[in-house]
């Protein structure tokens, strides 16, 4: 699998390189999901059984000297800039949400951002019930932690990013799909306790 991902994050280096004009830096990845056990349970602080499936939502990404975040969308071709000082929802371009979200949580959470160029790309489809939403959130903050160095903990991330869909883009998701983006091993499903968060893997192949 990992490969395979990064057979995926070459073929994004060369729109990285058209758009932004450099090199990309960093590169990470984040599973889409499919739910074997447990629908409509996460965010009633029930059980859930996840497991990530062989597509993912994949960033590369570059620091930049100032503090503008250029976002650019693979799928949608758009690019969308913003400030860490000053983020508000997007009503035209409400695909950046997701991640603007994640930025305005992690400032929010007492972490500094600086500039970055970031481009989002991927194979999870959206509105196919395999939680593209998630896997972007993750990657995007998993892309903020390489970027900046961040000291923040996996499940840190897996909470801020179902705060950011909650609260930003105004989706009451519970957190099944962010823990299992963030989380997931292969051929592993993940056995997830939705109310202390207590979690195990179980041999899934």
């Given at each position: 699998m990992e490969t395979d991902i990064k057979e995926k994050a070459i073929r994004l280096r060369e729109s990285f390189r058209e758009i932004f004009k450099r090199e990309p830096e960093i590169y990470v990845s984040a599973p889409g999901r499919v739910n074997l056990i447990g629908e409509h349970t996460d965010y009633n602080m029930g059980y859930v059984l996840p497991a990530a499936v062989n597509m993912?939502?994949?960033t590369l990404s570059a620091p930049r000297k100032d503090k503008n975040?250029?976002?650019?969308?693979?799928?949608?071709?758009?690019l969308v800039s913003f400030s860490p000082e000053n983020i508000t929802r997007n009503d035209e371009?409400?695909?950046?949400?997701?991640?603007?979200?994640?930025?305005?949580?992690?400032?929010?959470s007492?972490?500094?951002l600086g500039g970055a160029d970031i481009l989002v790309g991927g194979d999870v489809p959206i509105n196919a019930g395999l939680s593209s939403s998630a896997a972007v959130e993750v990657a995007t903050a998993l892309t903020f932690k390489e970027l900046f160095s961040l000291?923040?903990?996996?499940?840190?991330?897996i909470k801020l990013s179902q705060k950011a869909e909650n609260e930003f883009v105004g989706v009451g998701c519970g957190i099944m799909d962010q823990f299992a983006s963030c989380l997931s091993r292969k051929?592993?499903?993940?056995?997830?306790?939705?109310?202390s968060?207590?979690?195990?893997?179980?041999?899934?192949?």
């Open positions: 993912h939502i994949i975040i250029n976002l650019y969308s693979h799928k949608f071709k758009k371009d409400t695909w950046s949400n997701y991640e603007m979200g994640v930025a305005k949580m992690l400032v929010e007492g972490y500094t000291e923040i903990s996996e499940l840190e991330i051929n592993y499903a993940i056995f997830i306790d939705c109310r968060l207590e979690y195990e893997y179980i041999p899934f192949k």
